[in-house]
């Protein structure tokens, strides 16, 4: 944060274009990378056993949210296509995911990328009213296929795997090592996470994604300069189903189990709540935004049972809970779209600013 | 060669656009009534006429955004009434906007790279990897934009967002972008609307440099008789959809019915 721009000339457009150009930037990084490698260990050395891994299930738990905040942020925050169907995706992913590895026995490295791109597929197939229709209109469109996927999951036994339409996966195999505890998962769902990350970073900075972004910004100036409108809308809305598809499989590798309850569309609202919290647009908003908007609902419970006790009854407070977890979430986004809409992204860059000529002011 | 024969030659090129008795009418409002147009090579020709003449209208159905109701439109040839925008700016064809439309969220540079777009070829994987072809690609790439942001002496806001800069500079970042495409044929719709006279100086400087050094054909609708009369070899001049005369910019301020119809006639001047 304390660094400074200048005094750093590159000679190459390579060395410019480098998605860290600044070599504090590179160390940052480096340090975050050490951080996050070291740090199951260290919990649990700190911690204990079991205490570690609730808190490494947690952070399991935000790595996986990464994946889908980033995937729909590719839509909505860069394309500009607004979609309600995001955790209909997650679903397909999930049931592909878990079907393959029960039916046919595929160890995880293949059904995690026939989830992603069985929810690409069906992703396509959703985003084609998108050429017509925007905004509102699409938002619609979209959480109809929410509803459809939902039914269709819960209705047809040859997917679902029967009554309670939940399948129980055998736990991912790495060189023969099972991967049961959250330790474990840890590093496995890191890596995918990290994958995501460095994907769409990319994506964005290069040729596909500028031309998401003229696509948001100005629909008729991209047609203009040669851009295929309907081709890359229906190329976000695949990139962005693969990211949920995937999304999906890594959840129901780390319940164990696939159900269509934990891809309802109250998951879909968590994620644009994530992306519009975290910041639209922006691919360190969606980890942020992941990160703010899975710690809500701990922290309320945290804090309820810490100072609730003063004004409710533990059965009260059960009931209370939920409440307010839901009005809090409800309060947060309105709070964020007037004060903040460009998000936790837009805080930490005034942040940043900030410090970037302290201890002057400009 | 001398100059003046330069200047006869550009005239009599070949037509590297050609409109032929297009039409487009909006319910019962006739926008263009069967205009026909031959740009030369290498010519820059003006589109002039008073507000709702039909200009913007004509140029809508050159880039592809309307589809003629009658006639064709080809370049170099080739048949280009009924292909896509972004078809059409494949082919060759670029064009700027009366009110700006750039990318307010990307940088000039990200502007610029947007022009190169038909130029590029990465994939959606390749760009996950920016690795190997797909970051040649971007280098090569960016070298193009730099040399447009050179031309246009934009260097100092390559890495600023386009929403922030003022009206002048983004109707230059627009040219840029057009530039970027490499296009044979430029559409510009009032590049000068707006602008103060130095502001509007620079303009006709970098449209006539355009033209010259990089043989770029321009198609130029703009309200300022002086730098119209001064930079066209060719003026059309269109009247409620209709072309009421062409010819070099002498004929057309020598012509009758421009005189009537567009500047203004002795008759309206009695009434005044």
């Given at each position: 944060?304390?660094?400074?721009?200048?005094?750093?000339?590159?000679?190459?457009?390579?060395?410019?274009?480098?998605?860290?150009?600044?070599?504090?930037?590179?160390?940052?990084?480096?340090?975050?990378?050490?951080?996050?490698?070291?740090?199951?260990?260290?919990?649990?050395?700190?911690?204990?056993?079991?205490?570690?891994?609730?808190?490494?299930?947690?952070?399991?738990?935000?790595?996986?949210?990464?994946?889908?905040?980033?995937?729909?942020?590719?839509?909505?925050?860069?394309?500009?296509?607004?979609?309600?169907?995001?955790?209909?995706?997650?679903?397909?992913?999930?049931?592909?995911?878990?079907?393959?590895?029960?039916?046919?026995?595929?160890?995880?490295?293949?059904?995690?990328?026939?989830?992603?791109?069985?929810?690409?597929?069906?992703?396509?197939?959703?985003?084609?009213?998108?050429?017509?229709?925007?905004?509102?209109?699409?938002?619609?469109?979209?959480?109809?296929?929410?509803?459809?996927?939902?039914?269709?999951?819960?209705?047809?036994?040859?997917?679902?795997?029967?009554?309670?339409?939940?399948?129980?996966?055998?736990?991912?195999?790495?060189?023969?090592?099972?991967?049961?505890?959250?330790?474990?998962?840890?590093?496995?769902?890191?890596?995918?996470?990290?994958?995501?990350?460095?994907?769409?970073?990319?994506?964005?900075?290069?040729?596909?994604?500028?031309?998401?972004?003229?696509?948001?910004?100005?629909?008729?100036?991209?047609?203009?300069?040669?851009?295929?409108?309907?081709?890359?809308?229906?190329?976000?809305?695949?990139?962005?189903?693969?990211?949920?598809?995937?999304?999906?499989?890594?959840?129901?590798?780390?319940?164990?189990?696939?159900?269509?309850?934990?891809?309802?569309?109250?998951?879909?609202?968590?994620?644009?709540?994530?992306?519009?919290?975290?910041?639209?647009?922006?691919?360190?908003?969606?980890?942020?935004?992941?990160?703010?908007?899975?710690?809500?609902?701990?922290?309320?419970?945290?804090?309820?049972?810490?100072?609730?006790?003063?004004?409710?009854?533990?059965?009260?407070?059960?009931?209370?809970?939920?409440?307010?977890?839901?009005?809090?979430?409800?309060?947060?986004?309105?709070?964020?779209?007037?004060?903040?809409?460009?998000?936790?992204?837009?805080?930490?860059?005034?942040?940043?600013?900030?410090?970037?000529?302290?201890?002057?002011?400009? | 060669m001398s100059a003046a024969e330069t200047l006869a030659e550009r005239g009599r090129a070949a037509p590297?656009?050609?409109?032929?008795?297009?039409?487009?009418?909006?319910?019962?409002?006739?926008?263009?009534?069967?205009?026909?147009?031959?740009?030369p090579a290498g010519a820059i020709v003006?589109?002039?006429?008073?507000?709702?003449?039909?200009?913007?209208?004509?140029?809508?159905?050159?880039?592809?955004?309307?589809?003629?109701?009658?006639?064709?439109?080809?370049?170099?040839?080739?048949?280009?009434?009924?292909?896509?925008?972004?078809?059409?700016?494949?082919?060759?064809?670029?064009?700027?906007?009366?009110?700006?439309?750039?990318?307010?969220?990307?940088?000039?540079?990200?502007?610029?790279?947007?022009?190169?777009?038909?130029?590029?070829?990465?994939?959606?994987?390749?760009?996950?990897?920016?690795?190997?072809?797909?970051?040649?690609?971007?280098?090569?790439?960016?070298?193009?934009?730099?040399?447009?942001?050179?031309?246009?002496?934009?260097?100092?806001?390559?890495?600023?967002?386009?929403?922030?800069?003022?009206?002048?500079?983004?109707?230059?970042?627009?040219?840029?972008?057009?530039?970027?495409?490499?296009?044979?044929?430029?559409?510009?719709?009032?590049?000068?609307?707006?602008?103060?006279?130095?502001?509007?100086?620079?303009?006709?400087?970098?449209?006539l440099?355009?033209n010259l050094e990089?043989k770029?054909t321009?198609?130029?609708?703009?309200?300022?008789?002086?730098?119209?009369?001064d930079i066209s070899d060719h003026?059309?001049?269109?009247?409620?959809?209709?072309?009421?005369?062409?010819g070099t910019p002498e004929e057309?301020?020598?012509?009758?019915?421009?005189?009537?119809?567009?500047?203004?006639?002795?008759?309206?001047?009695?009434?005044?």
């Amino acid at each position: 944060m304390f660094h400074r721009e200048s005094g750093y000339f590159k000679t190459t457009y390579m060395a410019d274009m480098a998605l860290y150009p600044l070599p504090i930037a590179r160390w940052t990084v480096g340090v975050l990378v050490a951080v996050f490698l070291v740090m199951p260990p260290l919990v649990t050395g700190l911690t204990g056993g079991i205490a570690a891994e609730y808190y490494i299930s947690i952070v399991n738990i935000i790595m996986i949210a990464v994946v889908g905040a980033l995937g729909l942020n590719i839509l909505v925050g860069y394309t500009g296509q607004i979609s309600i169907g995001h955790a209909a995706f997650m679903s397909v992913g999930a049931y592909t995911a878990a079907n393959l590895a029960v039916k046919l026995d595929l160890p995880f490295w293949v059904t995690l990328p026939a989830g992603g791109i069985m929810a690409a597929a069906i992703g396509v197939v959703v985003g084609i009213p998108s050429l017509r229709i925007k905004g509102l209109y699409l938002a619609i469109a979209t959480l109809a296929a929410q509803l459809i996927i939902e039914w269709i999951i819960n209705h047809v036994p040859w997917i679902s795997g029967g009554s309670q339409a939940s399948i129980e996966v055998p736990r991912p195999t790495i060189f023969g090592m099972e991967l049961r505890t959250q330790r474990e998962l840890y590093y496995f769902l890191l890596f995918f996470a990290v994958i995501a990350i460095i994907a769409t970073l990319n994506i964005v900075r290069s040729r596909i994604g500028r031309a998401f972004i003229a696509i948001r910004d100005q629909d008729i100036a991209a047609e203009i300069i040669g851009i295929d409108i309907f081709r890359y809308k229906l190329i976000a809305f695949a990139i962005s189903s693969f990211y949920a598809g995937v999304t999906g499989v890594l959840y129901t590798y780390y319940l164990g189990i696939a159900n269509y309850e934990n891809f309802l569309i109250t998951t879909s609202i968590d994620y644009l709540a994530m992306i519009i919290i975290g910041g639209l647009g922006s691919v360190l908003g969606s980890i942020f935004g992941a990160i703010f908007v899975t710690l809500l609902p701990i922290v309320i419970r945290l804090f309820m049972e810490s100072f609730g006790t003063l004004l409710f009854t533990t059965a009260e407070l059960n009931n209370i809970i939920p409440a307010v977890r839901l009005s809090a979430f409800g309060l947060l986004i309105i709070v964020f779209l007037v004060l903040e809409p460009e998000g936790l992204n837009r805080l930490w860059r005034n942040v940043r600013s900030y410090f970037r000529v302290w201890p002057f002011s400009y | 060669m001398s100059a003046a024969e330069t200047l006869a030659e550009r005239g009599r090129a070949a037509p590297i656009l050609t409109v032929e008795g297009v039409s487009k009418k909006f319910g019962g409002v006739t926008a263009v009534h069967d205009v026909s147009l031959d740009v030369p090579a290498g010519a820059i020709v003006s589109v002039i006429g008073p507000n709702g003449a039909g200009k913007t209208s004509l140029l809508n159905m050159v880039s592809g955004f309307y589809r003629p109701d009658t006639g064709r439109i080809a370049l170099e040839g080739h048949d280009i009434t009924s292909l896509r925008p972004s078809q059409v700016a494949a082919r060759g064809i670029a064009r700027t906007f009366q009110n700006i439309a750039l990318f307010s969220g990307l940088t000039v540079l990200d502007n610029l790279m947007l022009g190169r777009h038909v130029h590029m070829q990465t994939g959606v994987l390749a760009s996950a990897l920016y690795w190997g072809p797909a970051l040649r690609e971007e280098v090569a790439h960016r070298e193009r934009c730099e040399e447009i942001i050179d031309f246009l002496k934009l260097q100092d806001l390559r890495k600023q967002q386009t929403g922030a800069l003022s009206y002048g500079l983004r109707k230059r970042v627009e040219l840029g972008r057009a530039l970027a495409l490499e296009p044979k044929v430029l559409l510009l719709d009032e590049p000068m609307g707006g602008m103060n006279q130095d502001e509007k100086e620079d303009m006709a400087r970098y449209v006539l440099d355009a033209n010259l050094e990089r043989k770029i054909t321009v198609v130029l609708i703009e309200h300022d008789m002086g730098v119209v009369m001064d930079i066209s070899d060719h003026v059309v001049v269109l009247d409620r959809g209709r072309r009421i005369g062409a010819g070099t910019p002498e004929e057309v301020q020598r012509n009758p019915d421009v005189i009537q119809a567009y500047l203004g006639t002795s008759r309206g001047g009695a009434q005044a």
